[in-house]
């Protein structure tokens, strides 16, 4: 790595943040960003890939809409410092933990390419820049995400000195949000396809529904319910002004949701099987 320092006029020496997202601004398409704060625009990065020196790998919180979120910041020694930032949840994320906990030293340079997905999902592949050999590990779902985290952080020279290194890591897999506690439990009792609910948090621009503000929360569960209920009925508006009924107007009284959904679906079946 050329350590030459350049003389005259320059920068000062600040890390450029690149943000990982899909998306288009003014015609150009991108799969990461730097934000000016200044003007409060995102600016596309139309190179699809970094390569530099692997230097640090650090867990912070950022608040989102009043909530901590858990972010992954990969740093990254090249022409100037790079911070890779994504939440840590991410398929990004995941994928550079995936192919980064194969690589044993981190003396070479690496390759970090991001690779647009369907929708606006963006995956991680990760080269070794001499050899141009993609590094990868297959999927599991039993990973063990904070232990990969740690172990790199390891063979990189430590952690971040802003965050204890075992207490911290112990948020990676972290206690489910109310809120999705909340639509996970009605997606299952309806059985309503875990695909279009990810579609529907995509076209709100978030990827979990603890980023929605209540009331769309209630939106995209009053959809699911009225999904279900669809061949249950043969008039639709008693389907709409029973959930009111027996849903709504049911918590908004105190009672439990996911009890009032039961017991509205029950009435459902109950006058369908009378109908049949």
Known sequence: MNTEIQLGLCNP???????????????????????DINQDKKIPVTQRALA???????????????????????????????VIRTSVETNFAKSFLLA??????????LIIAATAGEKNTVFCNLYDAATKTRIKREWSKDIDWASIIHDIQCLLGGTSSTIPPTPKLSVVPQAIHPQDLRVRNIRILLDYPVDLVKEWLQFKDVDRPSL??????????????????SDKCKHPNHAESS???????????????????????????????GVV
């Open 212 to 229: 929605l503000p209540e009331e769309k929360i209630d939106e995209l569960i009053r959809m699911m319910c009225l999904a279900w209920a």
């Open 52 to 82: 530099g020196y692997l230097s640090e790998l650090r867990l912070i919180t950022k608040e989102f809409q009043g909530k901590d979120n858990i972010k992954l910041e990969i740093v990254v020694s090249a022409d100037e410092l790079y």
């Open 243 to 273: 959930y009111q009924k027996q849903v709504v107007d049911a918590v908004a009284n105190g009672g439990d949701e996911l009890t009032a959904i039961k017991t509205w679906m029950q009435h459902l079946q109950t006058v369908k099987a």
């Open 13 to 35: 020496p600040e890390p450029v943040y690149l943000y990982v997202n899909q998306g288009e601004v003014n015609g150009e398409c991108y799969v990461w960003y730097k934000f």
């Open 100 to 109: 980064a906990s194969c690589i044993q030293s981190f003396e070479k340079p």
